[in-house]
């Protein structure tokens, strides 16, 4: 552990095993950061402690904890012991292959710190991110264990807009995959996610959907709109240490991440209005994004809001059919959330 221990705004937790080229590109971001209000929690989670004490020794970090786990516990297990361990008012997720920008920390503590204060429900905020496609290469030909090893990219893109009129993530799209997010794009309040119980440790893969799903059936997740994180991802999969666990992992269970959503008493936490406003506005933003991939502000979505409800009270046929078409559009959500979840659980 590092000598300092001054307060800090923000714990990042990093899970590690045997990537040392990965990890020490990963810890150099964080060296990076123009604030140095953080720790960085390490669990080592059953890797060779030796080759991660000599990266952390090259790497100038304000201050860090390292856990070596005798034998692996899983990515989970791995996170939630670090969240145990976490003294920041907030937690990020740095998996050991991904990157920040060097105001990652600075801009998300101080904007999460911000929408708190006119928000308390606020319980993280989401920053863009920008997926990097890469190749490992070995010029000794040798393992990617050793230093030698070279890192070539191959292509960049930045990942989708979120299309909220209200910059907070929608619970509903992020169910069906329409607005996701990735950790590494995250800043959460340490205290919402100890009180959902942390990642799940069911889930081999994904073991962060459950808990945001249960997050956002209760709270609300704001979208920064910078790209302030960075996603890598390996273009060839090798099946070793270093291949993309999600893509690559056998017993990925989409099951999983429908059945927590629909028994999380979402549905019974919310007002009957409340549902049905978030439900019209979210298909009406989802249908705009996908007719001119453009976002549609805030202004120009409460105008077409109260123009649509005006032209409703004035007209029975118009609120007849409106309501019509409301309902029939819940019934086919409703069918086809249940028959997925009938299908994954069968």
Not at 204 to 220: F, W
Not at 265 to 293: H, I
Request: glycine share 4%.
């Amino acid at each position: 552990m590092s000598e300092n221990t001054a307060p800090v705004d923000v714990s990042v937790i990093v899970r590690t095993k045997d990537r040392p080229v990965l990890l020490g590109r990963a810890l150099k971001s964080l060296a990076a950061q123009t604030s140095r209000k953080f720790e960085v929690i390490i669990i080592n989670d059953g890797g060779d402690a030796s080759v991660v004490e000599n990266i952390l020794a090259g790497v100038r970090l304000p201050e860090y904890l390292l856990t070596s786990n005798d034998e692996s516990i899983g990515r989970a297990k791995a996170f939630n012991q670090a969240l145990r361990m976490a003294r920041g008012e907030f937690v990020a997720c740095l998996d050991d292959d991904d990157t920040y920008e060097p105001k990652f920390i600075e801009n998300m503590a101080y904007w999460l710190q911000h929408e708190i204060r006119h928000d308390r429900s606020t319980a993280g905020l989401i920053c863009r991110c920008l997926e990097v496609y890469e190749e490992l290469q070995d010029s000794g030909g040798r393992n990617y264990l050793h230093e030698n090893t070279g890192i070539k990219q191959v292509k960049t893109e930045v990942l989708h807009e979120y299309n909220s009129a209200n910059t907070y993530i929608s619970p509903y799209f992020y169910y069906v995959g329409r607005e996701n997010f990735l950790p590494v794009q995250t800043l959460f309040r340490r205290s919402v996610l100890m009180e959902f119980g942390g990642f799940s440790e069911k889930n081999d893969v994904l073991e962060d959907r459950p808990v945001y799903n249960k997050i956002l059936s209760t709270h609300r997740v704001a979208v920064h709109d910078e790209v302030l994180a960075n996603h890598h991802t390996r273009v060839s999969k090798n099946g070793d240490a270093h291949s993309n666990s999600m893509h690559d992992n056998m017993s990925y269970n989409w099951g999983r991440k429908f059945a927590e959503f629909y028994t999380s008493g979402y549905y019974d936490k919310q007002q009957a209005e409340t549902f049905q406003f978030a439900f019209v506005r979210d298909a009406l933003l989802d249908l705009k994004w996908d007719l001119t991939s453009t976002k549609m502000r805030r202004q120009e979505f409460d105008s077409l809001w109260q123009n649509l409800w005006r032209l409703i009270r004035r007209n029975k046929l118009t609120s007849f059919v409106v309501w019509l078409v409301f309902v029939l559009s819940m019934i086919t959500y409703s069918a086809i959330g249940t028959a997925l979840v009938l299908y994954f659980n069968s």
